[in-house]
């Protein structure tokens, strides 16, 4: 499975911003999909994840809680990652990730597959 994360950019705090992931390759709707952030000399955290199928079931984590919003389309084959209310401290490089199974996972390294990353740079 190859994934092609885009969509991010330079904005200022409280702006929105939707990143997208692109797969190919693989029967995307039955890998659980998982967004994952890296800041500046931090180590590569959990933001979202989402079922496979039809995405019923989500996982944030607390710091994205309610401002950030995972969505996928299977026709499509790529997830979303709806930001709103950003932050200066949401400012990292955006990782898409994916696993073959069936509920998300929010542990980085139990993911089979990685994109390249988008960078999304908020500004106070």
């Known amino acids: 499975v190859q994934l092609q994360a885009s969509g991010g950019g330079l904005v200022q705090a409280g702006d929105s911003l939707t990143i997208s992931c692109a797969a190919s390759?693989?029967?995307?709707?039955?890998?659980?999909m998982g967004w994952f952030r890296q800041a500046p000399g931090k180590e590569r955290e959990f933001v979202a994840a989402?079922?496979?199928?039809?995405?019923?079931?989500?996982d944030y984590a607390d710091s994205v809680k309610g401002r950030f919003t995972i969505s996928r389309d299977n026709r499509k084959n790529t997830v979303t990652l709806q930001m709103n209310s950003l932050k200066p401290e949401d400012t990292a490089v955006y990782y898409c990730a994916a696993k073959y199974t069936r509920y998300p996972v929010t542990f980085r390294r139990e993911y089979d597959y990685w994109g390249q990353g988008t960078l999304v740079t908020v500004s106070s």
């Open positions: 390759g693989g029967t995307f709707s039955t890998y659980a």
């Open positions: 989402i079922m496979r199928l039809s995405g019923s079931h989500k």
